[in-house]
């Protein structure tokens, strides 16, 4: 396998397989795809265990 030193990427140790090459460019072209279709990824939302609002009356949040 010859590498042009260009390459966007490179196998510093050992060789890709033709399937591990074949998963990496699904996994490469996937995510061009999300980034080019304007889907902004999902955030992490809020906590439901602890709400924003409250904090206890000893918290040093509290001012």
Known sequence: MSVSPTAPIRVEKGEAT????AALAVLLLSRTALAGSGAEPA???TTSWRPHA??????????
């Open 43 to 45: 955030s992490p939302g």
């Open 54 to 63: 409250f904090h206890a009356p000893h918290s040093w949040q509290r001012s």
């Open 18 to 21: 033709e399937e591990e090459l």
